[in-house]
């Protein structure tokens, strides 16, 4: 009566409008298959498109996450997109959510907590936005696809001037060969890393933070590099990284026969993810598609690293991570 798939697109429209982390898209997913519900990367996208971002915390804001709690905390997120939201579900209070903002509401809830504020020199409106004039018209979250696969992006850690981004590929099959590389200065501008087997299958899913901080703490990388990846990234990460890769390369995916200076091309308007050229050259789409499928006709994959122990059984048996990374 709690758990249903109403109260799920709640967090998922709260998720948005916060800004909130794409390990939610692990999350997620795994705890709704054990309820028995099938969860949509389809309807994330949906909502992340309706649902402004509004909250001005960081790593996507300007504000420390206690200043949040000061201006009202979730459920003055939740109050501010009421219009938004499934109020009819049930909560472990016994009442609704709409029923709880009602309540907050009457007990001056909303007022008192935002005298704390005033410590800090501060309105709830300097950290908590309305819809109306939010922060950015669209959630965190975009959905991309393309012939690559399918993969995604928290748009509000991306600086706009990569919102449309066409690159050559620099590919790398481990976290530590990426960071040498962009350590000793072989990654040039406009480029777009790619980072394979580091997908569940392969390799348990780590973070790839070390990666995303090279790329995003460097003046000159943060508006010029992507990362595109099958692994999965911290909640602080920031910058133009792609994750959570499906098909991974372990599996047959694109990303495993990319090569260097193959064009990679990343639409964020579009929700589109793509290799637009071979070796430098732009070529048809017809074309791209018969080289690639060329490619993946003669690979081989590499051995999975964990043969034994937890790690091994969890890589032998992993689910994608499009449905959860959890063990089938």
Not at 121 to 127: E, I, Q, R, S, Y
Not at 210 to 220: C, D, G, L, R, W
Not at 249 to 261: F, P, R, S, T
Not at 293 to 306: M, T
């Amino acid at each position: 009566k709690i758990l249903t798939e109403e109260a799920f697109e709640n967090a998922i429209i709260v998720h948005a409008a916060m800004a909130g982390s794409t390990n939610a898209m692990l999350h997620l997913p795994a705890i709704m298959k054990e309820l028995g519900y099938k969860f949509s990367l389809k309807r994330v996208s949906e909502i992340n498109d309706e649902v402004p971002f509004i909250v001005n915390v960081r790593p996507s804001g300007e504000y420390p996450a206690n200043r949040l709690w000061f201006a009202g905390g979730v459920q003055k997120v939740m109050l501010e997109l009421k219009d938004y939201m499934n109020l009819d579900c049930m909560t472990i209070t016994g009442k609704t959510v709409g029923e709880n903002l009602e309540n907050l509401e009457k007990t001056g809830f909303f007022k008192k907590r935002p005298l704390f504020l005033e410590n800090y020199g501060l309105k709830v409106n300097d950290v908590i936005k309305s819809t109306e004039a939010p922060i950015a018209k669209s959630g965190a979250i975009v959905v991309l696809r393309g012939n690559i696969g399918t993969g995604i992006i928290k748009r509000s850690a991306v600086d706009e001037s990569m919102f449309n981004f066409t690159g050559p590929a620099r590919g790398f099959d481990s976290q530590s060969d990426a960071l040498k590389a962009i350590f000793e200065g072989e990654i040039m501008g406009g480029e777009c890393i790619i980072l394979r087997y580091e997908g569940p299958r392969a390799n348990g899913m780590p973070e790839q933070f070390y990666v995303t901080e090279a790329i995003s703490s460097n003046e000159k990388f943060n508006t010029s590099v992507a990362l595109l990846t099958d692994g999965r990234f911290s909640g602080a990460s920031r910058g133009p990284c792609i994750g959570h890769m499906t098909p991974e390369a372990i599996d047959g995916g694109v990303l495993a026969v990319i090569e260097d200076d193959d064009m990679i091309h990343i639409d964020l308007n579009k929700n589109r993810l793509d290799v637009v050229g071979i070796k430098g050259e732009k070529l048809p789409e017809e074309e791209i598609l018969k080289i690639i499928k060329e490619r993946l006709s003669v690979f081989k994959a590499p051995p999975r690293k964990y043969k034994s122990g937890l790690l091994g059984l969890y890589t032998k048996y992993a689910a994608s991570a499009e449905e959860g990374g959890f063990m089938q």
